[in-house]
């Protein structure tokens, strides 16, 4: 017989398993990336809500979700399961919104705490009236969200050791709905799906028993609302679909077509669900069949990592494969215009323009804080003209790369402090520490009457970054303050150019590649995810 495996080692190996999936992320728009974020946020729910409580408390309640798509029946289903009204049933659709969950009072306090489904709140349902009619909304019920919480019903017709969960549609119109069908759907020991003779051969009802059969979880199947005179018929075609699918051994039990279902009083005569009952009420009490369903399901989940956690490993390789593209395209176009930018400063490409003008009316039409005025706008020009270049090429690099295509990452930069503004800054900083350095220099001097710092200044920015059209600067320089002074004030401004023109375009390229990193994808979860897995293995 199936046993389930409750050491703790095997549990400490499954909780390790379930944080390194909850800590993969997919955020770039990879072909693969839906089906990742899919499949990571069913394999949570299933950790969550059924794994690791079943193996922690494997004495808990059998749990029985019945699902199915709109107008299957389910709510007319488990009222009459249960033998009185507990979950709303109707003709409009979808009825069921807020799940409900039935099971005897002894066996409440297993449901009333998170143990699982814990990312839903609770709401106890107040007594039924003898009527069998539902009785006033619980006060709670208002003030929950309603596709976030769990009703919770408690009566004495339901078997110690047995609960019954109606869920909402797997096809709703509410996406919300949808999501948390799926979600209740993975905390089940027994899986209920039902359909009707009418839409047995949907796609829906048939995407759910694949998925159970890929991991080989207890099923049953419920064929819903069969006309009398078509009912041999219509069981013989869906259990050849079923045999065909590879589920022809799936317990498959028929309800017939009663006025009761048809214009949803919400209660079937007994006999139309006592095989289905009997069979659930068998497997939650009989010990050898409750401990094969529990455990069947188990080792289904179990199973199935063995292929589920090394496909999101590997989208999660994509994610950061992408990424480093990304990356690198930045990195390729911020270090092929630092390099060009280095180059125009060596031909002098900052004496241009107005400080080329500036520069040959100095010092006879031209102040010296001109002079070094127009020298620090041309710089401050040269740069943005660097950075602008830089980020031209990522735009146009990153409209070929699907993995691009991420609101915030794209684009020039939005911010209220403009590259312009933020180069403007660095470039008269510059100025003002070389100002500092020539200052330095005239107090070194030994003479009576010292030249103007401000003018030494001048003439070394414009040795610098004039090129070869400044080099009667550099002689001036060397008159004013010597010739070991003017090369010492030449190298000194020389290497704070350097650092600053460093500090810019690293801090343009830290400010375009920020987006991506704030996605944080990593190479970490690739391994850490197989990783898991192997120890999970081991311990198994």
Same mark, same amino acid.
């Given at each position: 017989m199936v046993t389930l495996d409750v050491r703790p080692q095997l549990l400490e190996a499954l909780s390790a398993l379930r944080d390194r999936v909850a800590a993969a992320r997919f955020p770039l728009p990879l072909d693969g990336a839906p089906r990742a974020r899919a499949n990571r946020d069913e394999l949570l729910a299933q950790l969550d809500d059924y794994l690791v409580p079943r193996l922690k408390q494997p004495e808990a309640p059998l749990l029985a979700v019945v699902g199915g798509s709109t107008g299957a029946g389910k709510s007319t289903l488990v009222n009459s399961l249960v033998g009185r009204r507990v979950s709303e049933a109707g003709v409009l659709r979808p009825t069921t919104r807020t799940p409900v969950l039935v099971c005897h009072p002894e066996d409440s306090h297993w449901f009333g705490d998170p143990r699982v489904l814990p990312g839903l709140a609770r709401v106890w349902v107040?007594?039924? =009236?003898?009527? /069998?009619?539902?009785?006033? =909304? =619980?006060? %709670? #019920?208002?003030?929950?969200?309603?596709?976030?919480?769990?009703?919770? @019903?408690?009566?004495?017709?339901?078997?110690?050791?047995?609960?019954?969960l109606d869920a909402p549609d797997i096809d709703s119109l509410v996406a919300e709905n949808r999501a948390l069908a799926a979600e209740l759907i993975c905390a089940a020991d027994i899986w209920v799906m039902v359909t009707t003779a009418a839409r047995y051969a949907d796609a829906v009802p048939w995407h759910l028993l694949r998925t159970a059969k890929?991991?080989?979880?207890? %099923?049953?199947?419920v064929l819903d609302r069969v006309p009398h005179q078509v009912v041999s018929e219509v069981s013989r075609q869906y259990g050849a679909l079923l045999a065909k699918a590879g589920l022809g051994e799936v317990p498959r039990f028929t309800v017939?077509?009663?006025? @009761?279902?048809?214009? /949803?009083?919400?209660?079937?005569?007994?006999?139309?669900?006592?095989?289905?009952?009997?069979?659930?009420?068998?497997?939650?009490?009989?010990? #050898?069949?409750?401990?094969?369903? +529990?455990?069947?399901?188990?080792?289904?989940?179990?199973?199935?990592?063995?292929?589920?956690?090394?496909?999101?490993? #590997?989208?999660a390789a994509a994610q950061h494969a992408a990424a480093l593209r990304l990356t690198s395209v930045v990195e390729a176009a911020y270090d092929g215009e630092y390099a060009r930018l280095r180059s125009r400063l060596q031909a002098g490409a900052?004496? #241009? /323009?107005?400080?080329?003008?500036?520069?040959r009316a100095y010092p006879l039409d031209c102040t010296a804080g001109e002079l070094l005025d127009a020298l620090v706008e041309s710089l401050g020009a040269l740069l943005l003209c660097a950075v602008t270049a830089a980020d031209e090429r990522i735009d146009i690099a990153w409209r070929r790369e699907p993995a691009a295509d991420v609101p915030g990452l794209t684009g020039h930069d939005s911010c209220a402090e403009s590259a312009e503004?933020?180069? /403007?800054?660095?470039?008269?900083?510059?100025?003002?520490e070389l100002e500092e350095y020539a200052e330095d220099e005239v107090r070194e001097l030994d003479r009576s009457v010292a030249p103007d710092a401000e003018a030494v200044a001048a003439l070394a920015a414009t040795g610098l970054l004039g090129g070869r059209r400044g080099r009667s600067a550099g002689e001036g320089l060397a008159e004013r303050i010597g010739?070991?002074?003017?090369?010492?004030?030449?190298?000194r401004a020389g290497r704070l150019l350097a650092d600053? %023109?460093?500090?810019? +375009?690293?801090t343009e390229r830290e400010r375009r590649l920020a987006p991506l990193d704030a996605l944080e994808v990593h190479p970490e979860p690739q391994a850490e995810l197989i990783a898991a897995l192997s120890v999970l293995l081991k311990e198994r």
């Open positions: 107040p007594r039924q =009236d003898t009527g /069998g009619s539902l009785a006033g =909304d =619980d006060p %709670l #019920a208002s003030e929950e969200d309603p596709t976030r919480a769990l009703r919770i @019903e408690t009566v004495e017709t339901l078997p110690p050791g047995l609960a019954l890929e991991y080989d979880v207890t %099923l049953v199947t017939p077509e009663l006025p @009761e279902s048809a214009w /949803g009083g919400g209660l079937l005569p007994a006999t139309a669900v006592a095989p289905l009952r009997s069979w659930l009420v068998h497997h939650a009490q009989d010990p #050898a069949a409750r401990q094969y369903a +529990m455990a069947r399901t188990a080792h289904g989940l179990l199973d199935s990592l063995k292929s589920r956690l090394p496909e999101l490993a #590997a989208a900052v004496l #241009a /323009g107005d400080a080329l003008k500036r520069w503004h933020r180069i /403007g800054l660095a470039v008269r900083r510059w100025r003002r010739a070991h002074g003017a090369l010492r004030l030449r190298d600053y %023109l460093d500090r810019v +375009m690293h």
